[in-house]
């Protein structure tokens, strides 16, 4: 069982930057995967950008070289550092993890509550 809880979210200008925090209950040591996922109004829900306790990344077409994604071990959480933020990064992000497996393909069976982020001039 793992609970997630994640904060960062706003309003932020195009151009500006974010950056999201996702604490996990327990050591990320003994989960697999964590990243966020993020869904817009009438758009389909996609993944961001992940890391695997080895730290492997993996990122979105859409936010390559815009976005970062680092993990703290000793606070049990993982960051997203988001810059040169564009109006269509606009939705909730959704933190995710699995104990087991990637997140890249199917998302992990553990959320966070979510947090939006708004880019508007």
């Known amino acids: 069982q793992v609970q997630l809880v994640e904060s960062g979210g706003g309003l932020v200008q195009p151009g500006g930057s974010l950056r999201l925090s996702c604490a996990a209950s327990r050591s990320i040591f003994s989960i697999y995967a964590m990243g966020w996922y993020r869904q817009a109004p009438g758009k389909q ?55 087991f497996r990637s997140i890249a393909t199917i998302p992990g069976i553990y959320w966070g509550q979510g947090t939006q982020v708004t880019v508007s001039s």
């Open 45 to 99: 829900r996609e993944l961001v950008a992940d890391i695997t306790s080895g730290g492997s990344t993996n990122f979105a077409d859409s936010v390559k070289g815009r976005f970062t994604i680092s993990r703290d071990n000793a606070k049990n959480t993982v960051y997203l550092q988001m810059n040169s933020l564009k109006p269509e990064d606009t939705a909730v992000y959704y933190c995710n993890a699995d104990r």
